[in-house]
């Protein structure tokens, strides 16, 4: 009852302030935009609910839904000053989980800050441009990635944490970097220098440092690097880096692994005396930061070759990136840096203006880590979950090294856009609204599994 | 009740900008109206880097962060009738606390009404002989203040709490801090305000105020004023404004009990009445007086000096207020405790800054400033996310919170080492369990209720700077009466968030600012 409530005043405010902002257009060089979506999909098949054991979070067969609206401007101060600003509401549904729960479900409102950043951008030589953006604002290296990708300003480094979805936040334009950011541009070369304040993943308001150098060729071909001293500047070091005498075990969740296990530092078996009975176990100590690398690429053969005719403007461009999720070895876990290596290639297929965007993409990622990530936003802990089947072994955590996408877009009638996606990604769903079953866990763990999403966006 | 009264409130404000927007909208459908639109947006972050008292939560090092925006429209009906409409969104973080609690925080967001105001002026100057506001609107009789002062509003009388903080509501005049009417009087260098304002931020709720402020500017350069504050004067509910016997069914038990064991007690373990003689009971209530002057002085123009200097710089201002006129049983005995005053200087900065100032205020209330006995819910005045974790009793009492109520019988001190079962951290009914790296610091400390003086001076440095008229870069450091953010304490407990932060000399935090508005 009470959302509804909210439901209606946010409608009511929303149809009272767009019409005063349509009058109120005045003699200062304001620009205002805004949209309004809805999208509802399914999880057609999910193998396991790795998130705490039980059945609550079985997401077989879950609709999930949700509907928004943004609205936002962009001021200009005079010829170097800008601002942007805006608000989203978004109703969302917890996924339902399991029969079992059901009766838990209900939609919760929340709206965000969609964007609240100034810029100040300024040719400083000919064919030179700065430009410094500082609040909270939107970065993406790598827009031509719909869903796979985008490694390097994603996720946890250890354990790592690729970050994938349906138009998920860095995929789109709304705002995801909370800190600063220097861009220095010479004709087709830009350095782009970020601080990240941590407000994603927990423990929260630890600052990186990246930076990712782009090189445009051209309209064919353009390729990037780039390095994130990921929390290189922790707000408490002892959260990022425990040792032995660690506090970083807390309970609430009933998802964590019981206390006296691999929380703060890795225990690996060296040797195993069959005789005595005994065995060497060392502990291995690491740190939440990390180093992680990036590469990508993008190659548009209808530059190459001056292809022209009825192909649209993102017809037939090939991209990839690679990432390196931590560049330190830790024994067990994180051993082999091969297994930390995320490299996914996309392909706009020809869509010939019927589509904007028909993308396929397909990611290899061979890390053996369980994909679930509650015990490192609750416990701040490094070391990945493990889990174990029936018998008490190991659960076969390779069975999600690859994931793929398939996306469309299309914008009609000028202001109307459908979108949507077949995929088996790194979906990651707030389990049911039992509180105590909060889930981290990703949902598709399988190639048997995978989800549908649809969109339909308002937008002026 | 104090969920009741939320929700009233909710509906009082939801009205009130139903209301405007309604009058605004009508009006403008009608014919054509002046209207424009005002936007803010800001990211701000910073740090408590010490406090001294971690009773209830342990907020040093803690750092803060936010960002929020504010869409506001101001129309213009008629040659005389105006009105402005806004709201405003708040993306906030529980306050980390201590390193169990952090692994809970959540991001909030809190949404507010910026302004519901409907005005009726008979010129559009910046005094003109009538203007009427009503509805929800913003009024600062000293704008010069950047932190500490305006004691007239903000906050209430018994106790005597003293509200400041970076961008608190009532310095931050992009938001409204009063709901009701505001009559002004401009007549030449004279102006006088008579206000009717609804309580929203404190219980006991909904009660009226009537105040009035004076302001007279003398030679161009010094401006005096004065007013009175007649708090809650009009009670929605006297049985909560006046508790008396028979008030609720019981209320008096615990002050009973206690009077009647026979035991020393601290009259702050008191909750509504005190016996100071035979005969002679004092009820303690939530009405009182705030009487205040307060006056600014700008150099530049008394000295004639000019030139290279900044418009806001060498202004000297004060402020000074009694809280309650009325002396109250053994807790309110002495005036000189209920008298706060401040000064403040903007340091010339020569156009580099628009204003670098240094506000310091001495304040000898005899009580630790923590809110949880006369209770609050979920304030905007606050910055509050959710309900405070422990309201010590059911109706608002309009005496200080004991320190034995932290320390004493209510808290019981456990330590929980490092690798102790989780189970140690949580909370055993009324009892608090305190992490092993939290400092207690009561008995014989500057907490003692014998030896509360440690929080007696307080000081603000802030400077700001605005570019391209558009783009603003604020920062503040200060010792001042900020009340953080509670922490979040398990899935569902809070805990803080209801007292001051900084509670000794030794205690300060920064925050620092950039944003844009047009």
Redesign the interface.
């Known amino acids: 009852m009470r959302s509804v409530i909210g439901y209606r ?1 946010l409608i ?2 929303c149809l ?2 767009l ?3 349509a ?4 003699a ?1 060089d ?1 620009k205002y935009k805004g949209a309004a979506w809805l999208q509802f999909g399914r999880i057609m098949h999910s193998t396991d609910s790795l998130a705490h054991g039980a059945e609550a979070n079985n997401m077989n067969g879950n609709w999930v839904q949700a509907a928004g609206v943004s ?1 936002a ?1 962009v ?1 200009k ?2 010829p ?2 800008e ?5 989203v509401a978004l109703q969302s549904h917890a996924a339902r989980g399991d029969l079992s729960v059901a009766n838990n479900w209900y939609t919760s409102l ?4 969609g ?4 810029t100040y951008t300024r040719p400083t030589l000919p064919n030179h441009k700065l430009q410094v953006n ?3 604002f939107n970065y993406n290296y790598n827009p031509d990635v719909k869903n796979l990708g985008l490694y390097l300003l994603r996720g946890y480094v250890y354990p790592g944490t690729p970050i994938s979805g349906f138009e998920a936040r860095h995929t789109i334009p709304g705002a995801n970097i ?1 800190g600063a950011m220097a861009s220095y541009s010479i004709g087709g070369l830009k350095n782009d220098l970020l601080v990240i ?1 941590e ?1 994603e993943n ?4 630890d600052l990186s440092l990246a930076d990712v150098v782009t090189w445009q060729m051209g309209d064919a071909f353009s390729v990037a690097a780039g390095a994130n001293l990921y929390r290189v500047k922790p ?2 070091p ?2 990022n880096s425990p040792g032995r ?3 970083n ?5 009933n998802q964590i692994d019981p ?1 006296g296990t691999e929380h703060c530092y890795i225990l690996d078996t060296v040797s195993v005396d069959t005789v005595a009975g005994t065995s060497d176990v060392d502990t291995v100590f690491g740190s939440m930061n990390g180093t992680k690398l990036m590469g990508r690429f993008r190659l548009d053969p209808k530059a190459l070759f001056g292809l022209s005719g009825s192909l649209g403007k993102q017809d037939l461009v090939v991209y990839g990136e690679l990432g390196v999720l931590g560049i330190t070895n830790y024994r067990k876990y994180y051993a082999d840096i091969k297994r930390r290596m995320p490299v996914m290639v996309g392909f706009n297929l020809p869509a010939f203006g019927w589509l904007d965007k028909l993308s396929m993409e397909v990611e290899y990622y061979a890390s053996k880590n369980l994909p679930d990530y509650g015990k490192n936003e ?3 802990s490094w070391v990945p979950r493990t889990a174990y089947d029936e018998k008490g072994l190991p659960l076969d955590n390779g069975r999600d090294d690859w994931k793929w996408s398939l996306y469309f877009s299309k914008v009609t009638l000028g202001n109307v856009r459908f979108s949507g996606q077949v995929a088996n990604d790194h979906l990651r769903l707030f389990g049911p609204p039992d ?2 079953l909060a889930s981290y866990a990703e949902v598709l763990s399988t190639p048997k599994d995978w989800y549908w999403m649809f969109r339909t966006t308002c937008f002026f | 009740m104090l969920r009741t009264s939320y929700l009233r409130f909710a509906s009082a404000t ?1 009205l009130a900008w ?1 209301v405007a ?1 309604g009058v ?2 009508a009006a ?1 459908a009608s014919h054509a109206v002046e ?3 005002h ?5 701000e ?1 910073g740090r408590i880097m010490n406090s001294t008292d971690t009773l209830q939560t342990n907020f040093s ?1 803690n ?1 803060q ?1 936010s ?3 504010q ?1 506001q ?1 101001s129309v213009g009906i008629s040659e005389r009738l105006s009105g402005s409409l806004g ?1 405003g ?3 906030v ?1 529980h306050s ?1 606390g201590n ?2 609690q ?4 959540l ?1 909030k ?1 809190v ?1 507010y009404v910026t302004e519901a105001r409907l005005t009726y002026a008979l010129d559009k100057t910046e005094n003109p002989f009538f203007r009427a506001d009503f509805g929800s609107f913003a009024f600062n009789y000293a704008p010069y203040v950047k932190n500490l002062g305006l004691y007239l509003f903000r906050g209430p009388v018994y106790p005597g709490f003293l509200v400041s903080g970076f961008k608190e509501y009532r310095t931050d005049t992009t938001r409204a801090g009063f709901l009701g009417l505001r009559l002004h009087n401009g007549l030449g260098n004279f102006q006088q305000d008579f206000l009717v304002n609804s309580e929203r931020d404190l219980p006991p709720s909904f009660d009226w105020s009537l105040g009035y402020v004076a302001r007279y500017k003398a030679f161009g350069a010094l401006e005096i004023g004065a007013g009175v504050n007649f708090y809650h004067l009009i009670a929605e509910n006297p049985d909560i404004t006046d508790p008396k016997r028979s008030s609720v069914d019981g209320i008096f038990n615990h002050d009973d009990q206690l009077v009647a064991s026979g035991v020393a007690y601290h009259p702050q373990e008191l909750h509504y009445y005190e016996v100071m003689g035979p005969g002679d009971t004092v009820t303690y209530t939530h009405r009182g007086v705030k009487v205040g002057g307060f006056f600014s002085f700008d150099l530049k123009k008394a000295l004639g000096v000019d030139g290279a200097l900044g418009e806001k710089d060498l202004l000297l201002y004060g402020e000074t207020a009694l809280i309650g006129v009325r002396n109250h049983g053994s807790i309110y005995a002495k005036r000189g405790e209920r008298m706060p005053f401040m000064f403040g200087f903007n340091l010339p900065t020569f156009g580099v800054l628009d204003f670098l100032s240094v506000e310091v205020e001495r304040y000898t209330a005899r009580y630790r400033a923590d809110y949880s006995k006369l209770g609050f819910d979920r304030s905007l005045y606050f910055n509050n996310i959710a309900a405070p974790p422990m309201p010590t009793i059911k109706n608002p009492s309009a005496i200080p919170i004991s320190a034995k109520d932290l320390a004493g019988e209510r808290y019981k001190v456990i330590e929980c080492p ?2 102790s ?3 140690c951290f949580a909370h055993e009914g009324d009892f608090r369990v305190i992490a092993t790296g939290d400092t207690i610091d009561v008995k014989g400390g500057p907490l003692d209720p014998e030896n509360l003086t440690a929080d007696d001076w307080k000081w603000s440095v802030n400077a700001e700077k605005t ?5 603003q870069f604020a920062a503040q450091v200060a010792n001042d009466h900020l009340v953080a953010r509670p922490t979040r304490a ?3 407990n809070e805990a803080g968030g209801i007292s001051e932060v900084l509670s000794s000399m030794k205690d300060w935090y920064f925050m620092l600012r ?3 508005f ?1």
């Open positions: 005043n009511l405010a009272t302030a019409p005063l902002m009058w109120g257009q005045d200062a304001i609205v401007s001021a101060f005079g170097y000053w601002g942007g600003m805006g608000i929340a709206t965000s800050v964007e609240a950043r100034v500082v609040g909270f909370f304040s407000t927990r423990p929260y308001f707000r408490n002892e959260n005498d660690c506090k075990v807390v309970t609430g969740y206390t609750t416990s701040y509180i105590g | 939801g139903l927007a605004l909208l403008a209207f424009q639109l936007g803010r947006t800001w990211t972050a090092g750092w962060q960002m929020g925006m869409i429209s709201l969104l708040s993306q973080y980390l390193p169990n952090e692994k809970f925080v991001s967001f949404n490092a690798g079962d989780p189970s570019f391209a008229g558009h783009v398990g899935l569902l950039i944003g844009y047009f």
